[in-house]
């Protein structure tokens, strides 16, 4: 079985004299911390630059970034968030913190995004915000998601955290299109600190709450020692940022090599009932999605993961064991207590999304693609796919 570069080690990731001379610089400078420090505001200014966005706000994890932007938005308890049952939990549970009720709308089948029309499908008088997620890097309709949204004053936060340097279909990068973009630069994520968080926007007073909300609701820069909100400590520290920093300059490498493994693969691919993800502004591949019609290919999700078996490609059937409604946080409501609080707050019935189901239960596989994959192994890779898929077909 070959052994295929992945993010779990060093062969994975792009990680070297460049993070190590950040790490020292931190080491011997003596200052850890975000408070006082230089490392976490000077990333907060490259990551906006890079991105085209007026404002950026680091925090110690992904989940951390959009619970900062859903806190900024400032909404009631019982207010309703649109989010997509196909996604880390990261996505959601920030919402969740603030009392927000989170609405599950179903997904475009070929990108296990929401969709404009599954977000109209579900709004009501109490929705407030939805969260858009750009899933395994490919872009979600959220142009149109904004289109719909914005005249009736519903905020839209991009989780672009599987999807650095994604565009849509008009050619805009993720994150930038919404009122909020947020990333993760956890271990597997396209750029790493192993743990770690950004958000961007144009809007300078969401950009200020959400960085108070990071400090305990404590603004420094007024030299007060006062807490003007409820905040949380989402504090990233300086060895963090100086290492973000030092991965920033290397994500445009990350995402064409990557998208040179996902040409090839998805060549190999060219099968009956075989549909890789559509490529119309720019994938990022932090997966490979393969959606499987098993009327004409013959075969479901998981049958093609069996056959990859051995292959040394790391593949998953649906992603995701169960759609993110279907775990006890929300089967059993395990909130606060036995309060169920904030599920409480809606009349809402069990969320049914039959797409996401489907995608879970029989359609889609995802493939670990990865930058560091060698012209051979890109070959390897192909003709093992090529292959899976014959065998999968032949019985
Ligand atoms: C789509 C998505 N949203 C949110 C998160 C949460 O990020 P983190 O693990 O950095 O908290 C992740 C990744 O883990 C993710 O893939």
């Known amino acids: 079985m070959h052994d295929y570069p992945s993010y779990a080690d060093h062969r994975g990731r792009r ?58 938005l400032d909404l009631e308890p019982g207010d309703e968030i649109v989010v997509p049952p196909i996604t880390d939990a990261g996505s959601v549970i920030g919402a969740m913190a603030q009392g927000l009720v989170p609405v599950f ?24 915000a939805v969260i858009v997620v750009h899933l395994f890097g490919g872009a979600a309709d959220v142009e149109g998601i904004v289109e719909l949204c914005r005249p009736r004053g519903i905020r839209v936060v991009e989780d672009c955290a599987q999807a650095y340097l994604t565009r849509t279909a ?22 790493t600190t192993g743990d770690g968080g950004l958000l961007i926007t144009d809007d300078a007073a969401l950009a200020r709450r959400a960085a108070l909300f990071t400090d305990k609701g ?16 989402y504090r990233m520290n ?75 490609l790391g593949a998953s059937a649906g992603y995701l064991q169960r759609v993110l409604y279907d775990n006890p946080l929300f089967t059993e409501r395990r909130t606060f207590g036995d309060s169920g609080w904030p599920l409480t707050l809606s009349e809402r019935v069990h969320p049914h ?33 090529r292959s899976a898929l014959g065998v999968a077909a032949d019985g």
């Open 218 to 233: 404590w603004p420094r820069d007024t030299g007060e020692r006062t807490h003007l909100f409820l905040g949380l400590n």
């Open 105 to 128: 709308a179903d997904l475009d089948p070929m990108t296990g995004c929401l969709t404009p029309a599954s977000v109209e499908a579900v709004l009501t008088e109490r929705t407030r």
């Open 15 to 72: 990680i070297g004299v460049e993070e190590e001379a950040a790490v020292l610089r931190v080491l011997r400078s003596g200052h850890l911390s975000r408070v006082d420090g230089v490392e976490t505001p000077a990333l907060e200014r490259e990551f906006a630059e890079l991105m085209g966005a007026a404002h950026a706000v680091a925090a110690a994890t992904g989940s951390g970034v959009i619970h900062a932007a859903v806190a900024a």
């Open 170 to 191: 008009s050619g805009a990068l993720v994150g930038t299109v919404g009122d909020i973009g947020c990333f993760s630069l956890q271990q597997s994520k396209h750029i």
């Open 238 to 312: 300086e060895l963090t940022a100086a290492v973000a920093r030092a991965q920033l300059p290397k994500l445009e490498g990350i995402v064409a090599d990557r998208r040179r493994a996902a040409q090839a693969w998805s060549e190999a691919a060219h099968a009956p009932g075989i549909h890789v993800a559509p490529d119309v502004g720019r994938h990022s591949y932090w997966l490979f999605p393969i959606i499987i019609d098993e009327r004409v290919a013959g075969f479901d999700n998981r049958r093609l993961v069996e056959t990859l078996a051995g292959s040394g």
């Open 353 to 385: 999304c039959p797409v996401a189901e489907h995608m879970v239960g029989t359609s889609l596989v995802t493939l670990a693609i990865n930058e560091n994959f060698t012209d051979a192994e890109i070959d390897s890779s192909a003709a093992a796919l």
